[in-house]
Every structure is written in structure tokens, then in C-alpha cells.
């Protein structure tokens, strides 16, 4: 298995990511071993059994990454997006009727659309993935499980895995020690007489007929017993009436469409390792380059579930925050599971802003390599087709607070006044598409939620004084300037550089480190809410 190497090199590669370096390293390994460069596939994969997350965009995201690091290298390279719309349905997830039931251990393209825009189930979530890879604009290829299976594709592989399949079934037990594939073949039929792919137990091949046996006797699925019928019968694999188990699956997608490389999440590491063993021991296809990522926890630190209704989907980030905010939280870094929240997103979009202004010389740095990657790092999130120039940034909590104080009716003028009185917006210039779409987030937000996360901040002790100093003024003070000077001499008098303190205030307020003059914005923003959001940051850091 080739593992990314983190370390970073003294030559900057490409533009400086993990991504190019990784290219680069797919390069290296696949002319040592001799295979064709004409085109380099990497590969992700689409559940289609429960409603898709943010963590099921990582996948894409990454891959698609690595395939234009390796356009930019100047090889021909292309993201297969596979449906695994033949797996069978364990569990009915949250929010779907359950009518479904009764389908149970179906395979999920065989169960009707429950709410009948598609032609089935499998189809319905799969399509919600593939919505937000367009929005996001990650180019693919799609390739349909069920339909491959179909058509026939992959025939010559399963053959060769039922012809070996004892010798799988003692990989697995090697690598995981389980023994269910030394009784059974790592195939699922459909049962002939119930439908159902997970309930049947394979335990024959007949090689001359193409056939294999199986009887519908049960599997434990999510914790409980499914029953199977009883039937005794056989398919022709060749049909497409079944499919290769995951411990299999992976390994034949993997030789048959010439896969190079392909990230996976560590949950299914183990189904990952025994895969590059059949590959290579049982195939004769030595196995794409991979990448392991951590995965992505909700805020009580559970994994995101499909069927358990614990999700954070693609789609409700793209109701508060922009594809490439997205980007830049899947591709910012791979290593350590991060816990993530609705309350991230402003954060986000802030360091999307950040990386702008990197990218277009407005932040300076000094370290070389450190600006490449930063530099890098922006452009993927673009998919490698950044703005021409720098859009107008304006904090999202500040647009948040604008949203919620708004007049009915006159919205847009109302922030293009304040946004123009704060200097964000040249006198006269009214807004454009990507301050519009901003704008929108930040309606969409105060509409659904009370307020935003502030930014938690370390103050020092002379920072809590003068902090707890400038709560009593603002209770008895009401004239903006009196406010501005008092922030100043607060500081002051409490030994803290003014404009560290001043940075400290706009970091609690705006989540970033500058913003409109502060003495009329305290104000506007109504001295309670002010006062309330001083006292909050100095009980997080007390």
C-alpha cells in the first residue's frame, strides 16, 4: 500500500500542496512499475443506501484534487465517481418513511424512489451527492455499480475471484480474522424468490455453467436479524443478478478500470488492505496508490451516520456558505478527525477570504514555501480556475448582524448604506453577484439561527482587566466617540498595546482581526449584545 508522505520537501512541487506532491509520487511509482500513462484514473465512491454528508464529499473532493494535480503535471487524468447502488439497504435512515421497511436488505437501485422523483432509491441519494459535486465544481465521470454489473464489466474478474475464492477467505481471516468467506463465497446473489442480496449465502460455484449456488438463510444486519426466505437457487453472475462482497468489490473496480489512485477513510481501512492483497495476490494488478484521512465528528464527537440521522449534508452548507468554503474545510489538511458544526461555517468563509488575499499579494509572507502552498491551497478550492481579481470581503458576522437589523422591504439598500458608511463598499458602488450571494448566506442564517459562534479568543490577564473595565463604561456611556477613546485609554491604563486590544474586540465581534470603527459599531450593534458578547468571551477564558 503507498501511503502519502506528509513531509514537506525542499522543492516546491507544482503549487506547493500535498495534492501536487502526491501527483508527483503517482507518477514516480507507476513508471517504476511500467504501466501506461496515456491516462491516470482516480476513483471515489458513492454510497446509495442513506442521504450523503460533508464527509461524503471528501472523497470526491480529494481525488478530484489529485486529478488535476495531475492535469497540471501534464498528464491526461479523470475522477471515476462509482455508485454503489447494488449494496443492499441495512437500515431505513432518519427522515425516511417507514414504509421502507419492507424492503430490507434490497438492493437499494430495486426500491422505488420514496418520494418518486427518481427511478429508485439508490438513484434518489446518489444524485444528492452528485448534485453537490457539480456545485462545488468537481468534474467526474459517473459510473452506475448496478449497471456495470449489467452490462457485464466486470465478468472476467468475478470469475477469477470464485475461482480463488478459499484462498480470499483465508486473506481475510490473515488480515482480520474473520472466517465467514472460508463457508462462503464473497459473492451476494438476489435471491430469486424474496429479492433480497444480504440475506443469501453463496456456497457453490459451478465454473463450466457460470453458475453459482446460494440459499436465502438470514444475515445479521446493523445489529438485527434479518430472516431470509428459504430459497434454495442459483445465478449466472454474468447477469448481473448479484454482486462481489466489499472484501473483493474494491480490488475488481480497482483492476478493470485501471484505477491509480484513491483516498478511503479510516473506518474502512481493514476493507482497504485485504482489497490491495486480492488485487495483487489473486488479480495480478498491483493496487492504486492511496491516501488515508480522518473522519469528520458532529459536535458531540459521533461520526456522521447516514442511517442514524446524525448528517451534516453538503446541501445545508450550501445554504449558509459558498462550494469553496466547503473545499477548503476537505482539503486544508487530511490527518486528525475533526469535530464539525453549522457553526463552523462563518469561520470558514473568513479563511476563504484570508487565502484571497494571500493569493492576490494583499497578505504578505516571507516563507516561500509556505506562500506556495497557501497559494496552492487557494486554487484547488477553486478547482484550479481562480477569480481574475479580488472580491469585496466583508465579515459574516458583521453581514449577520446587517441581515438582522434590516428593514422589511428595503434590505439591499440598507446594507449598501451601512456597508458603504463602513468603508467596506466605495460610495456609490452598489453590490455585486458575490456580495449578493453573501448577503444571502447571512439572511439565510439570522432566519434560522439566533446568533453566530464567536471566535474564541486567549486574553492575558491585563486584557480580562481592561475587557472587565470597559463593560462598566459602556453600561453609562452612550456617545460613540467617548466609546472609541475609551477603548484606547482602557487599554492603555491595563498595559495592552491599544491596537492588540483593539484586534482582540473585532476578533470577539467579527471573527476577524479589523473591521469598521468600533465606537459607532458598538452602538449599532446595540450595547447589550456588546456587553453580553464581552462577558461570554471572558467566561470561556476565565
Known amino acids: 500500500m503507498v501511503e502519502a508522505n506528509y513531509g514537506m520537501s525542499e522543492k516546491i512541487i507544482g503549487h506547493g500542496t500535498w495534492y501536487d506532491k502526491m501527483a508527483a509520487a503517482i507518477i514516480e511509482r507507476e513508471r517504476k512499475l511500467g504501466r501506461s500513462l496515456d491516462l491516470v484514473r482516480t476513483e471515489m465512491g458513492i454510497a446509495a443506501s442513506g442521504y450523503p454528508h460533508v464527509g461524503s464529499l471528501s472523497d470526491a473532493a480529494r481525488s478530484f484534487a489529485v486529478t488535476l494535480a495531475l492535469r497540471e503535471e501534464g498528464y491526461n487524468s479523470e475522477l471515476i465517481a462509482f455508485t454503489d447502488d447494488k449494496d443492499g439497504l441495512r437500515k431505513v435512515p432518519a427522515g425516511m418513511p417507514k414504509s421502507l421497511e419492507k424492503y430490507l436488505g434490497h438492493p437499494v437501485t430495486d426500491i422505488p424512489d420514496p418520494q418518486g422523483c427518481h427511478k429508485s432509491y439508490g438513484e434518489h ?19 452506475s455499480g448496478a449497471e ?56 457453490d460455484f459451478l465454473p463450466k455453467e457460470n453458475k453459482i449456488l446460494y440459499v436465502c438463510e438470514g444475515m445479521e444486519v446493523k445489529g438485527r436479524w434479518l430472516e431470509g426466505c428459504g430459497y434454495k437457487g442459483e445465478v449466472d453472475y454474468r447477469k448481473g443478478d448479484g454482486k462481489v462482497s466489499w472484501k473483493g468489490e474494491f480490488a475488481v473496480r480497482w483492476k478493470v478500470l485501471d484505477i491509480r489512485f484513491e483516498a478511503y477513510g479510516k ?14 495476490e489473486i488479480l495480478g494488478y498491483v493496487p492504486p496508490s492511496h491516501a488515508k484521512y480522518e473522519l469528520f465528528l458532529d459536535i458531540s464527537g459521533k461520526r456522521f451516520s447516514k442511517s442514524a440521522g446524525r448528517l451534516f449534508t453538503p446541501q445545508l452548507w450550501f445554504r449558509y456558505g459558498s462550494p469553496h468554503s466547503l473545499l477548503l474545510l476537505l482539503l486544508k489538511r487530511f490527518v486528525g478527525a475533526r469535530s464539525l458544526d453549522v457553526s463552523d461555517i462563518p469561520q470558514y468563509m473568513g479563511e476563504l477570504d484570508e487565502l484571497e488575499d494571500i493569493y492576490f499579494g494583499k497578505k504578505p509572507m516571507k516563507d516561500n514555501k509556505e506562500l506556495a502552498k497557501l497559494r496552492g491551497l487557494y486554487m484547488y478550492c477553486w478547482a484550479l480556475k481562480p477569480p481574475e481579481k479580488s472580491s469585496i470581503h466583508v465579515p459574516y458576522n458583521l453581514l449577520a448582524f446587517l ?3 434590516a428593514p422589511k422591504d428595503r434590505e439591499e439598500e440598507f446594507l449598501t448604506e451601512r456597508l458603504q458608511g463602513y468603508g467596506y ?61 475609551a477603548i484606547f485609554n482602557t487599554a492603555k491604563k491595563h498595559n495592552v498595546p491599544p491596537p492588540k486590544f483593539f484586534q482582540a474586540l473585532y476578533t470577539i465581534f467579527l471573527g476577524v482581526p479589523q473591521g469598521p470603527r468600533l465606537g459607532p459599531y458598538v452602538l449599532a450593534m446595540g450595547k447589550k449584545n456588546v456587553i453580553d458578547a464581552l462577558n461570554r468571551a471572558l467566561k470561556n477564558r476565565s
Open 403 to 405: 441581515a438582522k437589523m
Open 125 to 143: 441519494m446518489s444524485r444528492l451527492l452528485l448534485e453537490a459535486l457539480d456545485k462545488a465544481g468537481i468534474e467526474y465521470q459517473f459510473m
Open 425 to 485: 463598499l466605495p460610495k456609490g458602488q452598489k453590490l455585486d453577484e458575490n456580495l449578493k450571494k453573501r448577503i444571502e448566506y447571512a439572511f439565510n442564517w439570522v432566519n434560522d439561527f439566533e446568533k453566530i459562534k464567536e471566535t474564541a479568543i486567549s486574553l492575558t490577564a491585563e486584557e480580562k482587566a481592561a475587557m472587565e473595565e470597559l463593560i462598566q463604561f459602556l453600561k453609562v456611556e452612550d456617545e460613540p466617540e467617548k466609546i472609541q477613546n
Open 148 to 203: 456495470a454489473y449489467r452490462k457485464g464489466l466486470f465478468n472476467e474478474e468475478i470469475k477469477t475471484v470464485l475461482m480463488n475464492a478459499k484462498r480470499i477467505g483465508e486473506i481475510v481471516k490473515e488480515e482480520v480474522g474473520q472466517e465467514k468467506f472460508l463457508e462462503a463465497l464473497p459473492y451476494f446473489a438476489v435471491c430469486g424468490n424474496c429479492g433480497r442480496i444480504y440475506t443469501t449465502k453463496a456456497y
Open 267 to 280: 473506518d474502512i481501512a481493514d476493507s482497504v488492505r485485504i482489497n490491495d492483497r486480492i488485487c495483487e
